[in-house]
């Protein structure tokens, strides 16, 4: 079983930061890109940020300059640094990333259930 948790979501006021990590656990064998998404209410879910298992990392244009995705292969984590939010920020942010869970096994994507951010005054 493999399992993904967020934490560090939270209300925060406009001009604010917050960090959001993701841990993963489980029957893990290796872990490939690992990205964040988030989804507004009543909108479409949306790809925030995504780093590969070398660190090459890529950003939504809405967040560039002003999010950053970083990870810890060796506790396989993956972080999400946000600055200078606005309420147009606010969603729920998850958590995705592709591993394998033994040296032969296909490659598959697994999601945690998510991590509230509200960006309000």
């Known amino acids: 079983q493999v399992q993904l948790v967020e934490s560090g979501g939270g209300l925060v006021q406009p001009g604010g930061s917050l960090k959001l990590s993701c841990a993963a656990s489980g029957s893990i064998f290796s872990i490939y890109t690992m990205r964040w998404y988030r989804q507004a209410p009543g909108k479409e879910r949306e790809l925030v940020a995504a780093?590969?298992?070398?660190?090459?990392?890529n950003y939504a244009g809405s967040v560039k300059g002003r999010f950053t995705i970083s990870r810890d292969n060796a506790k396989n984590t993956v972080h999400l640094s946000m600055d200078n939010l606005n309420p147009e920020d606010t969603a729920v942010y998850l958590c995705n990333a592709d591993l394998t869970t033994g040296r032969y096994t296909p490659r598959k994507g697994y999601w945690g259930k998510g991590t509230l951010v509200t960006v309000s005054s």
């Open positions: 780093i590969s298992i070398a660190g090459t990392t």
